[in-house]
């Protein structure tokens, strides 16, 4: 039984390798290939890791295979997102048939920063705005009635 689990997970795992391969060959842009790369391989990685760790039958082996899969499961989206926001700093295209860019409008080429889809009051405004008075509370936290 133990073989049977094993060779299942080495398989599904090294096939899971391969589809994030070919992801890289055949998908068209940077960003869709590093989404292959970062889903397909951290998953096989992962597949492969229980499978040693299942084969050896041995603590030490599962909690190096644990904390490694951890470990990729953590960095490897950080890993891409970066390298992502990167690349599209620098200009690197979108595929065409990109059905969306949520960054085209918000970026600032010149400055390099990014403003946040919601935008924040300009400071001009925020010295037009009326200060709102709050008087103190009481000494039981609730504010003194009126």
């Given at each position: 039984m133990n073989e049977?689990?094993?060779?299942?997970?080495?398989?599904v795992g090294a096939a899971l390798m391969l589809l994030a391969a070919v992801g890289v060959l055949r998908l068209p842009d940077l960003y869709t290939r590093m989404h292959s790369t970062t889903k397909a391989a951290s998953l096989g990685v992962a597949l492969l890791l229980v499978g040693a760790a299942v084969h050896f039958q041995d603590y030490g082996v599962a909690a190096r295979?644990?904390?490694?899969?951890t470990f990729i499961f953590m960095t490897?989206?950080?890993?891409?997102?970066?390298l992502g926001r990167a690349a599209y700093f620098v200009g690197?295209?979108?595929w065409p048939g990109s059905v969306r860019d949520d960054l085209r409008g918000h970026y600032?080429?010149?400055?390099?920063?990014?403003?946040?889809?919601?935008?924040r009051p300009s400071r001009r405004t925020l010295l037009r705005l009326p200060r709102v008075?709050?008087?103190?509370?009481?000494?039981?936290?609730?504010?003194?009635?009126?």
């Open positions: 049977i689990v094993f060779g299942t997970l080495m398989l295979a644990l904390a490694t899969v490897s989206p950080i890993a891409a997102h970066l690197t295209p979108l600032n080429r010149r400055t390099h920063e990014l403003e946040s889809v919601i935008t008075r709050r008087k103190p509370l009481g000494g039981d936290g609730r504010a003194p009635r009126p």
